[in-house]
């Protein structure tokens, strides 16, 4: 119903900056909190940043003045700029969605969607 893809991961040295961009599509008729989460192995997924429709937003304590997520409404997509990237930065990062659809002229609230993630990878 909703589909998520994630783009922008990669390599990077440490200090060096990054982009990750997230894009909804389907059949979706809002959006109401859009968010970055990242996961290492053996690890559980951790919050790093979200934002509400009304640009409501929250960063964990550790990404706080580093990582900024912004959204584009028109094109159902979030954004998360990371600069002064550290090694411990390093994880697969997914982007998530608050969604609701339109079906039979009923608006449904949808389960929460993910994307597939992006490996992001900070090294010298």
């Known amino acids: 119903q909703v589909q998520l893809v994630e783009s922008g991961g990669g390599l990077v040295q440490p200090g060096g900056s990054l982009t990750l961009s997230c894009a909804a599509s389907?059949?979706?008729?809002?959006?109401?909190?859009m968010g970055w989460y990242r996961q290492t192995p053996g690890t559980e997924r951790e919050l790093v940043a979200t934002?509400?429709?009304?640009?409501?937003?929250t960063y964990a304590d550790s990404v706080k003045g580093r990582f900024t997520i912004s959204r584009d409404n028109a094109k159902n997509a979030v954004i998360l700029q990371m600069t002064s990237l550290k090694p411990e930065d390093t994880a697969v990062y997914y982007c998530n969605a608050d969604t609701t659809s339109l079906y039979s002229g009923k608006i449904s609230r949808n389960s929460i969607s993910w994307g597939q993630g992006t490996q992001v990878t900070v090294s010298s």
């Open positions: 934002i509400t429709k009304n640009s409501r937003i």
């Open positions: 389907g059949n979706i008729f809002s959006i109401d909190a």
